[in-house]
């Protein structure tokens, strides 16, 4: 079940169908910029109150955890991802640059690259700030604040666990009253993911990938296959209230369904999502070596490249889409295409990392 010394295959499953549901996301959400005529294509993000992003923060919060714990100067290893992680934010925004310069002010506003457009200099300077970014470069942007962050989170697990786990929940609870009280304005910042809040679904996660938490969770799902029944009942009257809106009944249900602040129910509807998920990878050990599995797997294992890939895609194919005159079919063409790079992607660098740690064997052993 394991994808190499220490690396659980499911874990790299589930990373890998966040990556393909957020592929096609992101070209359903770029394409209803011009007013896509239809519906998205559906995703598991349609059926709930959590998205991918919601499903890639966590398990992201969860490998670091897992990873850099063990690292002899945890602090520096992660400093220097962060970097890297910097970078490749700087390198993507270059990407889409071309596609942006021909955007006309409307255009731009609605990609939220208006701060770019009116300004580039000062645009530049906040998005360098870790202020502002386009949509879709937004997630990485977190990331990167997380993983800047993390040195300090590593620093309280290591007094108590209980400490971490208290200033997570308390940041999260201080966004939600900000925003219920007024006190805080979105705009002030003009984030689209607060990073207060979502810290949350990284530090949380970090705190259990130390503690390695997959392998106590798919021992006892093996074992306890009911439990993967309640949570799918569960996930199934998640899906039936949002298809049906029940939370437009209750009052301020915006508080509870907000994605950029986490509001409650995507607080909750997340982890219940990953669990169902962990729950299917367990019920049969078969499953885990079919060839979709596999391929998922392999995306799993190179999400910052697959996401990086996307977005780019996704940025030129809803420019040509719209210039060229829309059309459903085109848009299904579309996501076939993002799906089929964000394959291709990580089946190349999958295996440059497998060329690279066979040198370093190699290296090792001469």
């Given at each position: 079940?394991?994808?190499?010394?220490?690396?659980?295959?499911?874990?790299?499953?589930?990373?890998?169908?966040?990556?393909?549901?957020?592929?096609?996301?992101?070209?359903?959400?770029?394409?209803?910029?011009?007013?896509?005529?239809?519906?998205?294509?559906?995703?598991?993000?349609?059926?709930?109150?959590?998205?991918?992003?919601?499903?890639?923060?966590?398990?992201?919060?969860?490998?670091?955890?897992?990873?850099?714990?063990?690292?002899?100067?945890?602090?520096?290893?992660?400093?220097?991802?962060?970097?890297?992680?910097?970078?490749?934010?700087?390198?993507?925004?270059?990407?889409?640059?071309?596609?942006?310069?021909?955007?006309?002010?409307?255009?731009?506003?609605?990609?939220?690259?208006?701060?770019?457009?009116?300004?580039?200099?000062?645009?530049?300077?906040?998005?360098?700030?870790?202020?502002?970014?386009?949509?879709?470069?937004?997630?990485?942007q977190?990331?990167?604040?997380?993983?800047?962050?993390?040195?300090?989170?590593?620093?309280?697990?290591r007094?108590?666990?209980?400490?971490?786990?208290?200033?997570?929940?308390?940041?999260?609870?201080?966004?939600?009253?900000?925003?219920?009280?007024?006190?805080?304005?979105?705009?002030?910042?003009?984030?689209?993911?607060?990073?207060?809040?979502?810290?949350?679904?990284?530090?949380?996660?970090?705190?259990?990938?130390?503690?390695?938490?997959?392998?106590?969770?798919?021992?006892?799902?093996?074992?306890?296959?009911?439990?993967?029944?309640?949570?799918?009942?569960?996930?199934?009257a998640?899906?039936?209230?949002?298809?049906?809106?029940?939370?437009?009944?209750?009052?301020?249900?915006?508080?509870?369904?907000?994605k950029?602040?986490?509001?409650?129910l995507?607080?909750?509807?997340?982890?219940?999502?990953?669990?169902?998920?962990c729950?299917?990878?367990?019920?049969?050990?078969?499953?885990?070596?079919?060839?979709?599995?596999?391929?998922?797997?392999?995306?799993?294992?190179?999400?910052?490249?697959?996401?990086?890939?996307?977005?780019?895609?996704?940025?030129?194919?809803?420019a040509?889409?719209?210039?060229?005159?829309?059309?459903y079919?085109?848009?299904l063409?579309?996501?076939?295409?993002?799906?089929?790079?964000?394959?291709?992607?990580?089946?190349?660098?999958?295996?440059?990392?497998?060329?690279?740690?066979?040198?370093?064997?190699?290296?090792?052993?001469?």
């Open positions: 079940m394991t994808a190499g010394p220490g690396r659980e295959t499911r874990i790299d499953i589930l990373r890998g169908l966040a990556m393909v549901v957020i592929a096609i996301n992101h070209i359903t959400v770029a394409f209803q910029i011009y007013h896509l005529d239809g519906r998205g294509v559906p995703t598991p993000s349609s059926f709930g109150y959590s998205s991918s992003a919601s499903i890639f923060v966590i398990m992201s919060g969860y490998m670091v955890g897992m990873v850099y714990q063990r690292k002899a100067n945890p602090t520096a290893a992660v400093l220097r991802r962060a970097a890297r992680l910097y970078v490749y934010d700087g390198l993507l925004l270059l990407a889409v640059t071309p596609v942006l310069a021909m955007m006309p002010a409307w255009e731009a506003t609605a990609w939220s690259a208006d701060f770019l457009h009116r300004s580039p200099t000062e645009g530049l300077l906040l998005f360098l700030a870790l202020l502002r970014a386009p949509t879709l470069l937004d997630v990485l977190l990331y990167v604040i997380f993983m800047l962050v993390t040195p300090v989170a590593l620093w309280l697990h007094r108590s666990a209980t400490l971490l786990v208290g200033v997570s929940v308390g940041l999260w609870l201080a966004s939600q009253l900000a925003t219920l009280t007024g006190l805080l304005d979105p705009a002030v910042v003009e984030w689209k993911f607060n990073p207060a809040a979502w810290q949350i679904f990284f530090f949380v996660p970090m705190l259990l990938g130390t503690r390695r938490a997959h392998e106590r969770v798919f021992a006892y799902l093996e074992a306890h296959r009911q439990t993967t029944i309640l949570l799918a009942v569960t996930v199934g998640f899906a039936a209230a949002k298809l049906l809106h029940i939370e437009r009944h209750i009052p301020n249900s915006g508080l509870l369904t907000s950029g602040n986490l509001g409650l995507r607080l909750i509807h997340a982890p219940i999502i990953i669990a169902f998920y729950g299917l990878l367990s019920w049969r050990r078969d499953l885990v070596a079919s060839a979709p599995m596999r391929a998922l797997a392999c995306i799993g294992r190179q999400t910052l490249y697959c996401y990086m890939a996307t977005v780019w895609i996704t940025y030129v194919l809803a040509l889409w719209y210039r060229a005159g829309g059309g079919a085109t848009y063409g579309a996501v076939m295409l993002a799906v089929l790079l964000t394959a291709a992607v990580a089946v190349v660098f999958d295996a440059r990392a497998r060329r690279t740690t066979a040198h370093r064997k190699l290296a090792i052993t001469a």
